[in-house]
């Protein structure tokens, strides 16, 4: 039902936009590219345009590399260091150029995966300009759009592509590993990905050089790190789970060395949420009242994060953090969900109870 609303959005900005712009993780296009919009697009006939953020965790070879392969036309930008911006602009202009023709306004819309960098790279394209972002007589209220150039705008709040295959999610790390009942399924998958977009990675990682198949890549991963049952027998499962808490954290990337330090963390926590009831949703102060000592126990630079489905919520734990937002924003990323309500404790290091919807 929620993926069905979460497309009804996506549909309505393609309508809206006269271009589209697919925002894909750079670290990680195949996954991130979604088929089934560039498919709606190609349907509306629509012009689209692909932009790999977060180019700096790349390398430049890679880039160019997907760049040559690519059917659709490709930008490599890292919004967060401001670089590639400009060509952006420029490869938004040319496409515009063949519409203006027949009209004279045209509105750009990002779509893409939850984390991707869309918002950062719209605040990027806003630039420093007062001119920002300026209510349209007529426009939907609440929306907005913000200028590129005269006739070029671009719309204010992005389309959210929903994860609706739950190995993706997982893959994404929308779901904690740990939590998985059958996590093989999803390892294998993770493998395929990485098989098909750089297995070097595993080459680097755990010195695997036979690629065979996906299982057997998995069972050699289990030997190599001991993850070994009674019998002798590699325990696959569990092998599994610590491939996928691996990538999840972040410790085990694309690209060894070019690692996104400051999204690593560790999932913690389940004492408190085994612990939660119904009475405690109502509010995250009660959840702090009952386990505060619990929680601030665990508070220093450690990022700790906890996320729990109760009676229709779910209820997030993040610790470790300069400010409540940082936590606040990493549970929203990893849930692609909103806090609803938050309450946030601790002095130097901090901590953060969120309800999400
Ligand atoms: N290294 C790097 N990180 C980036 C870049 N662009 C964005 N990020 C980071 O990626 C994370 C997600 O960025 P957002 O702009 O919030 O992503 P979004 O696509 O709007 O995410 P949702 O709001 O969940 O849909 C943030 O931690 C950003 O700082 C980039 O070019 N390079």
Redesign the pocket.
């Given at each position: 039902m929620k993926q069905r609303k979460a497309w009804r959005v996506v549909r309505e900005v393609i309508d809206e936009a006269d271009i589209i712009v697919e925002?894909v993780d750079a670290r990680d296009p195949i996954g991130t590219r979604n088929r089934k919009l560039e498919r709606l697009v190609k349907e509306e006939g629509k012009p689209l345009l692909i932009v790999m953020?977060?180019?700096?965790?790349v390398p430049k070879e890679w880039a160019e590399e997907y760049k040559r392969k690519s059917e659709i036309p490709v930008v490599f930008?890292?919004?967060?260091?401001r670089?590639g911006t400009g060509i952006l602009r420029r490869e938004i202009k040319k496409l515009a150029k063949g519409l203006l023709d027949y009209q004279d306004k045209v509105k750009v819309a990002l779509i893409?995966?939850?984390?991707?960098?869309?918002?950062?790279?719209?605040?990027t394209l806003k630039g420093k300009k007062a001119v920002g972002t300026a209510p349209i007589p007529g426009y939907t209220k609440g929306k907005q759009l913000i200028r590129l150039s005269k006739k070029i705008w671009l719309l204010d709040s992005?389309g959210?592509v929903p994860i609706d295959d739950f190995d993706e999610l997982v893959i994404k790390g929308g779901f904690p590993a740990d939590k998985i009942e059958e996590p093989v399924k999803p390892a294998l998958k993770l493998i395929g990905r990485i098989l098909e977009t750089r297995k070097e990675a595993l080459t680097e990682k755990f010195g695997i050089e036979d690629f065979s198949s996906e299982e057997d890549i998995l069972r050699e991963i289990g030997k190599r790190k001991g993850i070994i049952r009674k019998g002798g027998e590699v325990d696959l499962e569990e092998t599994a789970r610590w491939l996928l808490r691996e990538w999840q954290t972040g410790r085990f990337t694309l690209f060894g060395k070019e690692e996104?330090k400051?999204?690593e963390f560790v999932w913690d926590f389940e004492d408190v949420l085994d612990g939660i009831e119904k009475d405690l949703l109502l509010d995250p102060r009660r959840i702090l009242w009952k386990y505060g000592e619990e929680l601030r126990e665990k508070l220093d630079n450690t990022k700790r994060v906890g996320i729990r489905e109760i009676e229709g919520f779910t209820v997030g734990i993040a610790t470790g953090f300069k400010k409540c937002d940082g936590g606040i924003?990493l549970l929203?990323?990893l849930t692609?969900k909103h806090a609803l309500a938050s309450e946030c404790f601790g002095k130097k290091w901090k901590g953060v109870v969120v309800i999400m919807e």
């Open positions: 925002v953020n977060k180019a700096d965790l930008i890292s919004a967060r260091e670089k893409g995966y939850p984390n991707v960098g869309k918002s950062t790279i719209i605040n992005p959210v996104e400051g999204q924003k929203e990323k692609g």
